[in-house]
């Protein structure tokens, strides 16, 4: 991985920290601008959408390397999840199944507010 970020990009704007999510990402406090989540398990995702929102700058975006796996980027469309962590209505996800990526941010809504079927809709 520093390797393509030598190659594509600038390591000296990057931090580089190793180890289990669960044990790195609760002591992560700096302000996240982007965060490329490139995850393979449903609880890695959690886990790392948990820690890293609350500290996601208002522009700032999350960005997925498995978006064609429409279970896995489910969580960006859970309503009860969003609400349980976060007390906020889900951000959603745009992305393209066919490139596997997808993006979200602080600032989209993955709410689902459309109910034909009931009364003044």
């Known amino acids: 991985m520093r390797n393509n970020v030598r190659v594509y ?3 000296e704007c990057c931090e580089f920290v190793e180890g289990w999510f669960e044990d790195t990402l609760p002591g992560l406090n700096a302000p996240v601008l982007a965060a490329f ?3 393979a398990y449903d609880d890695s995702l959690a886990t790392c959408v948990r820690h890293i929102w ?3 700058v208002e522009d700032g975006c999350i960005f997925m390397a498995e978006y064609g796996d429409t279970d896995h980027v ?4 859970s309503e009860k ?3 349980k962590y976060f007390d906020c209505t ?6 393209s ?5 997808g993006y979200t941010t602080k600032s989209m809504s993955g709410y689902w507010s459309y109910y034909p079927d009931e009364e003044g809709r």
Request: aromatic share 22%; charged share 10%.
């Open 97 to 101: 199944r066919w490139g596997s990526f």
């Open 37 to 39: 989540l490139d995850v």
């Open 90 to 95: 889900p951000p959603g996800m745009v992305g």
């Open 54 to 56: 609350p500290i996601l």
């Open 9 to 11: 990009g600038a390591p």
């Open 74 to 77: 489910a969580l960006f469309w």
């Open 81 to 83: 999840w969003w609400r």
